[in-house]
């Protein structure tokens, strides 16, 4: 059985920073696509952005410019850079990734918050 481990929310001022992570909790596995949702309160879930297992990258309009998604295939990690951060990129953000196990799974989410 595998999970996916997320980190890296939490609190920010707007303006501010963070970086996201993403990793299986075991070895073995080969993270394949990934993207990057996130919902706030009352919104539906949105797609930020999406990395390829060769690097191609798409983002949601909403965050072209300011987030930055990566991944680092020798340690199995997928990144996801915000920078710029404004009160609207509020909510809970959770990887979805493709494993080689020819499945997709979620991250338990992380919260983020862009408050003054």
């Known amino acids: 059985q595998v999970s996916l481990e997320e980190s890296g929310g939490g609190l920010v001022q707007p303006g501010g920073s963070l970086r996201l992570s993403c990793t299986p909790s075991?070895?073995?596995?080969?993270?394949?696509?990934t993207a990057w949702y996130r919902q706030a309160p009352g919104n539906q879930r949105e797609r930020v952005a999406l990395i390829t297992r060769s690097g191609s990258t798409d983002y949601g309009d909403s965050v072209k410019g300011r987030f930055t998604i990566s991944r680092d295939n020798a340690k199995n990690v997928v990144y996801l850079q915000m920078d710029s951060l404004k009160p609207e990129d509020t909510g809970v953000y959770s990887c979805?990734?493709?494993?080689?196990?020819?499945?997709?799974?979620w991250g338990q989410g992380t919260q983020v918050t862009v408050s003054s």
């Open positions: 075991r070895s073995g596995f080969t993270i394949l696509n």
């Open positions: 979805n990734v493709a494993l080689n196990t020819g499945s997709f799974y």
